[in-house]
């Protein structure tokens, strides 16, 4: 089973195999948490986007896949990047949110990554409610089947932290 821990911090400072990055369909970098990875990892992060642009995601990636670049000048090996879906009060949309999680983690698997580092998909500009996007993400994490065996969430505030130290079952 894959152990969870939760850090109050910057995700580009974790010393991690991987690092999520809550990423537009462009893959050609945003703001938040997709900014700072872009600005902290280099331009490398950003070529590899632009030939995964000019290969198969000629369209941009779809909400819920995921994909893999090189960290860059990052502390991790790899960045893995997905689309989290916008909030929507009319349409259920936490099957594409789950799908974030349990794509990283397969592309994660698939890499040989054993740490990896997430942030909380969907809960800044795209709007998602914090205590459910925490749900979300720690129901799915600790459902899927993976070979990673560290899941760190990175919070940037304190009441991140809480929302998701709230879903964390203990110990």
């Not at 990892?41 to 950003?46: D, K, R």
């Not at 909380?120 to 709007?127: C, E």
Request: net charge neutral.
């Amino acid at each position: 089973m894959v152990s969870l821990t939760l850090v109050r911090g910057d995700i580009t400072e974790q010393s991690v195999d991987a690092v999520v990055n809550a990423a537009n369909s462009s893959l050609l970098g945003g703001g938040g948490v997709d900014g700072a990875i872009h600005r902290k990892g280099g331009p490398e992060i950003l070529a590899e986007c632009r030939k995964l642009r000019a290969s198969r995601y000629g369209k941009g990636l779809k909400t819920g896949q995921a994909v893999a670049t090189t960290a860059g000048r990052l502390p991790a090996r790899w960045v893995i990047h997905t689309v989290g879906p916008v909030w929507s009060a009319t349409e259920d949309r936490s099957d594409l949110l789950a799908s974030c999680y349990r794509e990283s983690l397969r592309v994660a698997g698939e890499l040989g990554a054993e740490t990896v580092a997430f942030p909380a998909i969907s809960t800044g500009i795209y709007g998602w409610p914090m205590a459910d996007g925490a749900r979300i993400a720690v129901e799915t994490v600790l459902g899927a089947r993976t070979v990673v065996a560290e899941v760190r969430f990175v919070l940037f505030d304190e009441s991140a932290y809480a929302a998701f130290a709230a879903q964390v079952p203990p110990v």
